[in-house]
């Protein structure tokens, strides 16, 4: 599928059909507003006659956010306390946590829904989330306040302006990092090179957690990932999917308290082994099980 950079750099999964500027900030190539939204302003009755037309009321979607959490006790509150007003529901996917994440969740959001994490790792936990989420839109951060939750409002935005996925961008203009290391930025700009060249995409940031879709395609992106890789399959899988694809910019701040779970040599591995097992040539499938087995492996017999 070819990817279409709008000038502001951001990119999108389908060649611009008109404009839109929400904020004076972003300005991607819109689709066509699919049908059943607000009709045109005049019609003709059947005596050729100009009437106003009456605009045919939409539905707002409702919108689920899932948080992993694992030992989040000091950063939760801070996140809760700040959710926009357009989320319909929180679901907190709980690894086991032994400190006060819980009681703490609780008491700043008693209508939060708790959900036992089923396997190990962040992938395993944001799909145990997918599974329960009931809303039309689904909306994925961390729970260590390195993410603004105020930033879901340009999510939404896109969401409902024609766009299928939305993932946060630290690396275009207006967002930013104020956590991220020079051995990591190296790591992800090696990354992200791999996917945009197999890919033919102009994405510019590819290992980033906050992202956005519409629940309708959970089947289509057919996620399997267990651990951090699970940001990477995402895109790689709405991309394969045909799904309108737009990066909007995000601050990534500094993890208020604790440390982080990722390993980022382990890790980034990890992500190069999904990135080359999604693509379609042979030789990516072959160095991705190189990745896997650490070896040379045979090649799978057609």
Known sequence: MTQVRPPNGLVTGTSPARMVDPTGHFRPGSPTRPS???ADSARHDSAGHDRADTAVPTQTPTVSLIIPVR???RNIAWVLEQIVDEISEIILVDGNSTDSTLITANSCRPDIKVVPQEGTGKGSALRTGFLAATGDIIVMMDADGSMAPQEIRHYLHFLNNGYDFVKGSRFIVGGGS???TPFRRLGNRFLLTVFNTLYDAELTDLCYGFCAFHRR??????LSASGFEIEAEMVVHAMQGGLRVVEVPSLEMPRRSGKS???AVRDGIRVLRTVLRGHKSGMSGYLAQALSHGGAPELAKE
């Open 36 to 38: 059943g939204g607000i």
């Open 71 to 73: 030992n989040e006790g």
């Open 178 to 180: 104020l956590d991220i």
């Open 217 to 222: 395609y959970l089947e289509l992106l057919s």
């Open 261 to 263: 779970n990722l390993h």
